[in-house]
């Protein structure tokens, strides 16, 4: 895999050199420096959403959720799906519950306007919609367990891990897929070479079958008609010189 990546970076690389697009070769020889492992950092994206929550920043934490789920989450199962939909609403919720906690009332309004036509008839969402309202939430039953600490650690371990999974799952990027024929491909050439090189038979031999299947194609080329008359005058001309050396024996 690792080599399989480097390859590709380096195509993309030499791609960006001959189009002359200065700025995104220095962009991503710079992710690729800080990029060390070669694969998708889960604790970088976990954060990354803990980051989002806390800066009350509710479109980018959508966008990045939404990208997950096309990009990563579509190849998983049924049963995996449902647990994404549950995790998505339960880290919404974490949001919401940040929110209050921080005081970030226009922030609390602006979801709302946000999702409030996907949500309004959601299971589990009908209460939460007087959150705006609410002088202490974190008090009432619907919404305590969002506001305390066990539960806010336990979830973003149980989003750590299912990232994992979703991510150990995920298809290859079509230049890794297509590198990854590519090397199959020259290992079948590998073998290829190997069996041509392989000790052959005399050269006797291989002349022999080479000339017997020349006459072999050649009597199977011909007619029916031809192949008669010649048989014919095989035989004519083998009883005449057969007949010619009776008449020398005998004289």
Request: net charge negative; hydrophobic share 40%; with cysteine.
């Amino acid at each position: 895999m690792t080599s399989a990546v480097t390859l590709v970076d380096s195509l993309i690389r030499d791609y960006l050199v001959f189009r002359g697009f200065a700025g995104s070769l220095k962009q991503f020889d710079a992710d690729s420096k800080a990029e060390k492992e070669q694969k998708f950092k889960v604790d970088a994206i976990t954060e990354r959403l803990c980051s989002l929550i806390s800066g009350h920043d509710i479109s980018s934490l959508r966008a990045l959720w939404e990208h997950l789920s096309e990009k990563v989450f579509a190849h998983l199962d049924n049963t995996q799906t449902k647990h994404a939909d549950r995790l998505e609403n339960d880290l919404y919720k974490l949001y919401l519950a940040n929110c209050v906690q921080q005081a970030k009332s226009d922030k609390i309004a602006e979801f709302f306007e946000i999702f409030a036509s996907r949500f309004h008839l959601a299971e589990g969402w009908s209460d939460w919609f007087a959150l705006p309202y609410l002088s202490t939430p974190q008090e009432r039953a619907p919404f305590r367990a969002y506001f305390s600490k066990q539960w806010q650690e336990v979830f973003l371990v149980s989003l750590h891990n299912f990232l994992s999974l979703a991510f150990h799952q995920m298809e290859l990027p079509a230049l890794l897929a297509y590198s990854d024929q590519l090397k199959g491909f020259e290992s079948d050439m590998d073998v290829t070479k190997t069996l041509l090189n392989m000790k052959a038979p005399p050269p006797d031999v291989v002349a022999s079958a080479e000339v017997m299947d020349d006459f072999a194609s050649i009597a199977h080329s011909q007619s029916p008609l031809i192949n008669q008359s010649s048989s014919r005058s095989l035989r004519s001309v083998i009883r005449r010189k057969f007949a010619s050396s009776t008449k020398k024996a005998e004289g």
